[in-house]
């Protein structure tokens, strides 16, 4: 349970406010991943970092701005959020070894409230 | 791009029973599905998953099925137990685009002591 880590676990903010996400893996993984789970919509895939390179972007509102400094740390900075941007943001991380993506594996997510 | 459905929404099951969730897929070079579960207030976690290049794959009470010429894929879970209940989400992984998965809507499966 403690191979990837996020942190804050609870997060409420004003729209006015900047915050940043954090995640940290500690399996050795060189792919992480940021999803947001909405209620009721199946998870949304926002940002892919493969050897610290970002290689997906989902069209992502810029008001998220993702940062991964090394292969075992992901960011995902928060500006001007909308009261619709409240979910649960799931950091993920896996393997990839000549070009298959093994499991993937998720850390216990950030509840951020959007006030 | 992909797109993942899944059925049902919901499912309530009494305790010994089967429950039985199933996924479509669109993109035929898919060829990696995983399931995951997702308990109240927890993180998904990966319950079984099967290649593109296997019909079946079984692991105690849980298996899960592929058929690629009708591009679905379902999980069974036999004698259901209280603990099994939670949140189940399929996923596929294309072939070529390595890095993106794309999930299935979740089901809810309650099973009733």
């Known amino acids: 349970e403690t191979g990837v880590t996020q942190t804050p676990r609870h997060l409420v903010m004003g729209m006015t406010n900047k915050k940043s996400l954090k995640c940290e893996q500690h399996?050795?993984?060189?792919?992480m991943y940021w999803y947001k789970q909405s209620a009721k919509k199946p998870l949304e895939l926002m940002f892919v970092?493969?050897?610290?390179?970002?290689?997906e972007n989902n069209s992502v509102p810029s008001r998220f701005s993702p940062e991964c400094p090394n292969s075992s740390h992901l960011f995902l900075h928060l500006h001007t959020l909308q009261p619709e941007d409240s979910a649960l943001y799931l950091c993920?991380?896996?393997?990839?070894?000549?070009?298959?993506?093994?499991?993937?594996?998720f850390g216990p997510g950030t509840r951020l409230l959007v006030l | 791009g992909e797109n993942v459905e899944q059925h049902p929404s919901t499912l309530s099951v009494q305790e010994g029973d089967s429950a039985v969730i199933k996924c479509t897929y669109s993109?035929?070079?898919?060829?990696?599905f995983p399931w995951y579960k997702q308990e109240l207030g927890k993180r998904p976690q990966l319950i079984i998953d099967?290649?593109?290049?296997?019909g079946e794959k079984k692991d105690q009470r849980i298996a899960v099925t592929l058929n690629k010429t009708a591009k679905h894929f379902s999980l069974h879970i036999t004698e259901t137990q209280p603990e099994d209940s939670a949140v189940y989400f399929c996923?596929?992984?294309?072939?070529?685009?390595?890095?993106?998965?794309?999930f299935g809507s979740g089901t809810k499966l309650n099973v009733k002591p």
């Open positions: 993920a991380s896996s393997q990839e070894a000549d070009g298959t993506q093994e499991t993937q594996y």
């Open positions: 399996l050795g993984h060189n792919a």
């Open positions: 970092y493969s050897l610290e390179e970002r290689v």
């Open positions: 993109d035929s070079a898919s060829n990696y």
């Open positions: 099967i290649r593109s290049n296997v």
């Open positions: 996923a596929a992984r294309g072939q070529y685009n390595f890095n993106k998965f794309y």
